[in-house]
């Protein structure tokens, strides 16, 4: 053997361990592109679910964590006035909702989920629809849902968006800040919601 022949065989081998060293770097940064691509996948679902987004409650004259709920007395669809005052002792969640909006409607089969096996210990919920009657009944919730046609309640709780809710305690203060998507929406019905109904 003479030396070039030598010389071609080492180069081919060098050539082997490199393209398998390429092949097992190609192979580890592809697992590592799936992982990151669900990732991605799981984040744009969270995003898309999330609805529009909503102004910080400072810049839009809303509520803060503490302060006092604004006054929340509508008209219900089912007949008479229901009055935020008459869950006191007990939390609510106030969901902003609007009939029309895909958020709102994507969010519906969680909310009946939710309703069919609420806790015990569940805060109320009270849906303060943009929408009419006849519309808001078709939606089979069982909470009771009142109009806020004008949009007067919604801004006074510093709303610009649909599903948007915030939680008020037992005592009539904010008890969170105003959240905007169903997922935040979800995650006010309880730390346990979120992965029950999904």
Same mark, same amino acid.
């Given at each position: ?14 050539? %082997? ?49 503490? +302060? ?29 909702? *609007? ?8 969010? $519906?089969? &969680?909310?009946?989920?939710? &309703? &069919?096996?609420?806790?015990? !210990?569940?805060? !109320? ?11 808001? %009944? ?17 801004? +006074? ?12 305690? !037992? ?8 959240? *905007?998507?169903?997922?935040?929406? $979800?995650? %006010? $019905? ?9």
């Amino acid at each position: 053997m003479n030396a070039a022949t030598v010389a071609i065989g080492i180069a081919a081998a060098l050539l %082997l361990i490199a393209a398998a060293a390429q092949g097992v770097v190609l192979v580890v940064l592809g697992r590592r592109n799936r992982g990151l691509r669900e990732r991605v996948r799981i984040l744009t679902a969270r995003l898309d679910d999330a609805g529009p987004v909503v102004a910080d409650a400072r810049a839009t004259g809303g509520v803060r964590v503490g +302060s006092p709920a604004p006054p929340l007395r509508l008209p219900s669809v089912t007949g008479g006035v229901l009055d935020l005052e008459r869950y006191h002792g007990r939390d609510v969640v106030v969901l902003f909702w *609007s009939p029309t909006c895909p958020f709102s409607q994507r969010l $519906l089969p &969680e909310l009946q989920a939710w &309703e &069919e096996r609420m806790p015990v !210990a569940a805060p !109320a919920l009270v849906v303060v629809s943009s929408g009419g009657v006849r519309v808001n %009944l078709g939606t089979g919730l069982r909470s009771p849902i009142v109009t806020d046609p004008t949009g007067a309640v919604a801004r +006074s709780f510093g709303v610009a968006g649909t599903p948007t809710a915030v939680r008020v305690d !037992a005592l009539g203060r904010i008890a969170s800040e105003v959240r *905007s998507g169903s997922f935040a929406v $979800l995650e %006010l $019905l309880g730390p346990d919601v979120v992965g029950a109904v999904r």
